[in-house]
């Protein structure tokens, strides 16, 4: 294919939404609609509408999470699901000389994407598995607190004097350990796929240096892989008031192996990182 095609790559919460902000405003284009705001996402999540519901339909046609938070790959594609893809690609590389798109559950079809778009760059980015897990217990700790905010008031009052209080501890009880079962699943996911391409074509950021680093980044992306851009500085989109507190997950974790295999997968991919 001869446009250029950078898919944006990384586990939910890792910070793909700020990446994929940037680059849109450093003017690569990621879609024509967007996934709006959300609990968490305050400033949006800057994810293509079409790549989003493609990879909604496959998860659930396979009786999988629509969210994608699952633990295991889906099965391979169907014949129709293909085409569905090779047809939404091929919009996609009709309309733009130089695109991409960022949707988290793309982990869970890189292979497809592999096979698909063999001269695609893959940005990705890591964040640690603890600051990842807690992060989506806090997402579902703001819902618990939109969802009863809009009742009347004695259920809020209920809420904030009874079940308030207790909330968080139950949500880290009763999800911590899927969570990082999902974060290993699509981050060995990525180190499996990265492992099958030749260096040149990818490019991990390690999301503690983000900002840091944005501007090697932007020239990699200039100089090595011929994106034509216009710098913005990250810092600018950055909102330190966006990041949630970090919770303790380990005592929630049963499997104490999970942290271990966590930590493992962490590792190998920081190796990678710029």
């Known amino acids: 294919m001869s446009n250029n095609v950078l898919i944006i790559t990384g586990m939910h919460r890792s910070g793909t939404s700020l990446l994929s902000q940037w680059l849109y405003r450093c003017g690569l284009h990621i879609g024509d609609r967007f996934l709006g705001a959300g609990i968490g996402n305050t400033q949006g999540h800057f994810e293509d509408v079409d790549f989003y519901n493609y990879h909604q339909q496959v998860l659930s046609e396979h009786d999988l999470r629509k969210?994608?938070?699952?633990?295991?790959?889906?099965?391979?594609?169907?014949?129709?699901?293909?085409?569905?893809?090779?047809?939404?690609?091929?919009?996609?590389?009709?309309?733009?000389?130089?695109?991409g798109w960022k949707d988290p559950r793309t982990c869970l079809f890189l292979p497809f994407y592999r096979e698909l778009?063999?001269?695609?760059?893959?940005?990705?980015i890591l964040r640690d598995y603890k600051s990842v897990v807690s992060s989506l217990i806090q997402r579902l700790y703001g819902e618990s607190v939109q969802k009863y905010e809009?009742?009347?008031?004695?259920?809020?009052?209920?809420?904030?004097?009874?079940?308030?209080?207790?909330?968080?501890?139950?949500?880290?009880?009763?999800?911590s350990e899927h969570h990082l079962k999902v974060w290993i699943s699509y981050n060995e996911a990525i180190l499996q796929h990265l492992q099958q391409l030749p260096s040149s074509t990818y490019l991990v950021i390690d999301h503690s240096f983000l900002i840091r680093c944005n501007r090697k980044v932007f020239d990699h992306l200039s100089a090595e892989w011929k994106f034509h851009l216009e710098y913005h500085n990250l810092s600018a989109l950055y909102k330190e008031s966006l990041i949630s507190e970090r919770l303790d997950i380990t005592p929630y974790i049963k499997d104490p192996s999970l942290l271990q295999k966590a930590a493992d997968i962490q590792c190998r991919l920081q190796t990678l990182a710029i």
């Open 117 to 124: 778009l063999p001269g695609a760059r893959y940005l990705v």
């Open 67 to 99: 969210d994608g938070l699952v633990t295991a790959q889906p099965p391979s594609l169907s014949e129709a699901q293909r085409q569905s893809l090779r047809l939404l690609i091929r919009e996609k590389a009709a309309s733009q000389v130089q695109w």
């Open 150 to 175: 809009q009742k009347g008031w004695l259920p809020r009052m209920i809420w904030r004097y009874f079940k308030q209080p207790y909330r968080k501890q139950r949500l880290l009880r009763k999800h």
